[in-house]
C-alpha cells in the first residue's frame, strides 16, 4: 500500500493510512521484537541541511532497530552543497545509494521539489517554516494513544504559530478528524497563516479560535502544543529577543488546566516550558518523543514494503 511512495506533507497519507501506521507503531512498542532484522540489507539516506536532534536520531535508530543502515549529513557544509551542488542533483545521486531518503532543509518547498528528482520514497523531516510531516505522525500517536481517540478533543496550540512548521502540519492534519476544536495562542505577530485559519478550517466549517492570552483558554483544553519562537526564520533579532518568552508554562498556570489535559512539544524546548512541569502526570513531551521513533520505524518499513 506505501512501497514507493513520497511523504512531502500530511495530505500524502489518509486517515485510513495513518491509522495503519499508528497500529503497527503500538504494535512495535509492544513487542520491542516485531519486525526486528525486517529491513536488513537496506539503507537509509538522513540528508539534513538544518540542525535535529530528535527526528535525525530517531529515524536512524528506526533504522538500526529495524536491522538496516544509515549514511548521510547533518551539516550541509561538509555536502557538495558547499560547492553549489542543485539540490535536484544531490538527491539524484543519493537515491543510487541509499532505499529511502529523509530530507530537511530551511527551504520551503524543498521536499516538493526533491521528491520529483528522487527514485526511491523521499521523506520530509521539515521544510523551512512550511510542513512537518513525520512530527505530524508523531503527535497525533501520541494523541491518540494517550486520550484513546483523535476526535472530539479541543486543542489548544502556543507559541510562534507563524513559523512553526509542526503546527501547521498539525493543525492541517486535525483538520480532517471529526468534531476538532482549534484554539490559537501566539502574539498577534506570529499568528497561525491565513491559509489555514480561512483556507482550510472555514471552508471545512471547523470551529476555531484565536487569542493571545493562555491563561483564559487553558481550561477549555484536552491537548495544549507548546512550541519555540523559531529564531532561525525570523528577519530581525531585536523582533526574536522582543517575542521569546511570550508565554512560559508553570505550575501557576496548570493549576488552571484539567487533570485530563496532556502537554505536548515537538522539542527543542527554550523558555516555554518550565522544567518545574516536567514531573507533572501531564506532561507528555519526553514520551512523544519516545512515540517519534516508533512511529517512524512504522513507516519506514512501510514504505519499503515491508509490515
Ligand atoms: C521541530 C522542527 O524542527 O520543526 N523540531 C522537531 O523536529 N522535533 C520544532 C522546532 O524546531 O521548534
Do not use: W
Request: net charge neutral; glycine share 8%.
Amino acid at each position: 500500500m506505501f512501497k514507493e511512495r513520497h511523504l512531502v506533507e500530511p495530505g500524502n497519507l489518509t486517515l485510513e493510512e495513518m491509522d495503519k501506521l499508528f497500529d503497527l507503531a503500538e504494535q512495535i512498542e509492544r513487542e520491542p521484537q516485531y519486525l526486528r532484522e525486517s529491513c536488513r540489507g537496506k539503507v537509509l539516506a538522513t540528508l539534513f541541511f538544518e540542525p535535529s536532534t530528535r527526528t535525525r536520531l530517531s529515524f536512524e535508530a528506526a533504522m538500526l532497530r529495524l536491522g538496516g543502515a544509515c549514511l548521510g549529513f547533518s551539516e550541509p557544509g561538509s555536502s557538495s552543497t558547499a560547492k553549489g551542488e542543485s539540490l535536484a542533483d544531490t538527491i539524484r545521486t543519493v537515491s543510487c545509494y541509499a532505499d529511502v531518503i529523509v530530507m530537511r532543509n530551511p527551504k520551503e518547498g524543498a521536499a516538493l521539489l526533491a521528491s520529483r528528482y528522487a527514485s526511491v520514497p523521499l521523506i520530509n523531516a521539515g521544510d523551512g517554516g512550511h510542513h512537518h510531516p513525520t512530527q505530524t505522525l508523531t503527535d497525533l500517536l501520541t494523541i491518540r494513544r494517550l486520550h484513546g481517540s483523535i476526535q472530539g478533543l479541543t486543542v489548544g496550540f502556543c507559541g510562534d504559530l507563524k513559523f512553526g512548521r509542526t503546527v501547521h502540519s498539525l493543525a492541517k492534519a486535525l483538520a480532517r478528524y471529526p468534531a476538532i476544536k482549534m484554539l490559537f495562542i501566539s502574539p498577534p505577530e506570529l499568528g497561525v497563516p491565513a491559509y489555514i485559519t480561512d483556507g482550510i478550517l472555514k471552508k471545512a466549517g471547523i470551529p476555531y479560535g484565536e487569542t493571545s492570552n493562555l491563561e483564559t483558554v487553558i481550561g477549555e483544553l484536552d491537548v495544549l502544543y507548546m512550541t519555540r519562537v523559531q529564531r532561525e526564520r525570523f528577519f530581525n533579532e531585536e523582533d526574536y529577543i522582543r517575542l521569546k518568552d511570550s508565554y512560559i508554562l508553570n505550575r501557576e498556570k496548570m493549576g488552571q488546566a484539567r487533570d485530563t489535559l496532556i502537554i505536548l512539544h515537538p522539542l527543542p524546548r527554550v523558555h516555554e516550558i518550565s522544567p518545574e512541569l516536567d514531573d507533572d502526570p501531564r506532561a507528555a513531551y519526553f514520551k512523544q518523543a519516545k512515540y517519534g521513533m516508533y512511529v517512524r520505524m512504522a513507516l519506514l518499513a512501510s514504505f519499503l514494503g515491508i509490515g
